[in-house]
């Protein structure tokens, strides 16, 4: 029987986890759940998964909780603040935990999962962005084991040879695919207009608003190009981006002899996260079969530089100073809760992210109160823009 924790068990991600874990139930024990303010979702979700700690950032949410499962006859104990989620991420008694809050907002608890040698699967790609080299150490002194939940990383590691050793040197380089978002067809004068609604109705998968405006920018694929240079160790010249607006193969890893391994499979990150939880054995994760003679074809093209200009930001970041994937990561969290917020145009959150990368890009930051010092005056420096541009 394995423990498990949940941060961010309220979100797309969470809810995942906890249907594949459903079909598991004698395996697997859920010790904590935690969210940042649905307090009715993880109501439900105590009553059903009756985990010993319940975490809600907002202290209002969490008493209601305490009171309401009190009411039910639930053990389950609500515990408040931030400052609680690293606490049930390194728990004693925690084998697992999926790291699935949105933003830097979950760098605290996923390098507490890392310190404190879990099988961390890690959802949460902007902890990789904001402190790449320090998580990694993290994972490597904290002895645990990294699955990669995001579903190209995940298609990356599961068409890597099992030696690591034999990463640098076997592989030429690995491609990202990417669905291209709901705008791959959109023109570029049109962009400017977009709304948040059309931006997060994404073709192929239903995901959490951040994440959703992400792909919509192509950002998204920003932030796994830098995410794919930590976990695999590789660097930026050898990892490329591909679109598949089908979404079927999930990413591809291309050896010196001129074969390319890839992994296909439906969109469903119910096979990722089962793939996280069973490592290095195979369960069922509740997806459906790929059906090829179905779909009919496979189609990939070129990423269009000129509409979506922000996936070239993650190649300049990785080319500056250590501390400008943080600057990249916060610039585009403001600008993205701004766009959401009906306070940025669509076409403004790449300006906002350009701008403040080239303002802070320079800064070298390696430790953690020196990233997270970086990370607030790279917020400050994309909120003032923000304010430029809706002014
Ligand atoms: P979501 O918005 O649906 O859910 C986010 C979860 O985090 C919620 O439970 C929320 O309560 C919690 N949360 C937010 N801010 C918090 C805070 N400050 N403290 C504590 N909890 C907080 O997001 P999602 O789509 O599930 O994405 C989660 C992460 O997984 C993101 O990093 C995203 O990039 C990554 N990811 C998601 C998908 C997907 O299909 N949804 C795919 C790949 C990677
Ligand atoms: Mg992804």
Same mark, same amino acid.
């Given at each position: ?7 961010g068990s309220?979100?797309s991600?969470?809810?995942s ?8 139930a ?16 993880l109501?439900?979700?105590c ?8 975490v ?16 039910q ?30 933003g830097?907002a979950g ?10 040698g ?17 998580f ?22 599961q ?9 640098a ?6 491609t990202l695919?990417?669905?291209g ?5 959109t023109?570029?004068?049109a ?6 609604e ?7 998968w ?9 792909? &919509?920018?192509?950002?998204? *694929? $920003?932030? !796994? ?5 930590y /976990?695999?160790?590789?660097?930026? #010249?050898?990892i ?38 069973s ?16 779909i009919g ?33 916060a ?27 080239? &303002?802070?890009?320079?800064? *070298? $930051?390696? !430790?953690?109160p020196?990233?997270?010092? /970086?990370?607030?005056r790279?917020? #400050?420096?994309?909120?003032?823009r ?6």
């Amino acid at each position: 029987m394995k423990r498990i924790t949940i941060l961010g068990s309220t979100g797309s991600i969470g809810r995942s986890t906890l249907e594949v874990l459903s079909l598991h139930a004698g395996d697997f024990e859920v010790f904590a759940l935690a969210a940042r303010s649905s307090r009715q979702a993880l109501l439900e979700q105590c009553l059903r998964f009756a985990p010993r700690y319940a975490v809600l950032e907002d202290a209002g949410a969490a008493q209601g909780l305490q009171r309401e499962l009190a009411q039910q006859g639930s053990r389950t104990q609500v515990l408040v603040g931030a400052e609680a989620m690293p606490r049930v991420a390194a728990d004693p008694e925690v084998d697992v935990v999926m790291a699935a809050i949105v933003g830097a907002a979950g760098l605290d608890s996923a390098l507490a999962a890392a310190r404190a040698g879990k099988r961390v699967l890690l959802a949460n790609k902007e902890s990789l962005v904001v402190a790449g080299e320090l998580f990694m150490r993290a994972m490597r002194e904290g002895g645990g084991e990294l699955l990669p939940i995001d579903s190209e990383h995940s298609a990356i590691l599961q068409s890597l040879p099992e030696q690591r050793e034999r990463w640098a040197e076997d592989v030429r380089e690995i491609t990202l695919t990417a669905s291209g978002g709901p705008f791959r067809r959109t023109e570029a004068a049109a962009l400017e207009a977009m709304t948040p609604e059309q931006a997060c109705a994404h073709p192929n998968w239903s995901m959490g608003r951040k994440i959703s405006v992400d792909s &919509a920018t192509m950002m998204n *694929k $920003a932030l !796994e190009v830098i995410e794919a240079h930590y /976990l695999f160790g590789m660097p930026a #010249s050898r990892i490329r981006v591909l679109i598949h607006p089908q979404s079927i193969v999930h990413s591809m890893v291309t050896y010196h002899d001129g074969s390319v391994v890839a992994q296909l499979g439906v969109p469903d990150m119910r096979t990722p996260i089962a793939y996280g939880l069973s490592w290095p054995r195979r369960m069922a994760s509740g997806s459906s079969w790929l059906d090829l003679a179905r779909i009919g074809r496979l189609d990939f093209e070129e990423p269009d530089a000129a509409r979506f200009p922000g996936l070239g930001l993650a190649f300049a970041a990785l080319d500056m100073a250590a501390g400008a994937c943080a600057v990249l990561n916060a610039a585009n969290e403001v600008a993205v809760q701004a766009f959401l917020d009906g306070k940025l145009r669509f076409t403004g959150i790449h300006r906002v992210n350009a701008a403040t990368l080239e &303002a802070l890009g320079g800064s *070298k $930051a390696r !430790e953690l109160p020196d990233l997270l010092d /970086l990370d607030a005056r790279a917020r #400050s420096h994309a909120a003032a823009r923000v304010r430029a541009l809706a002014g």
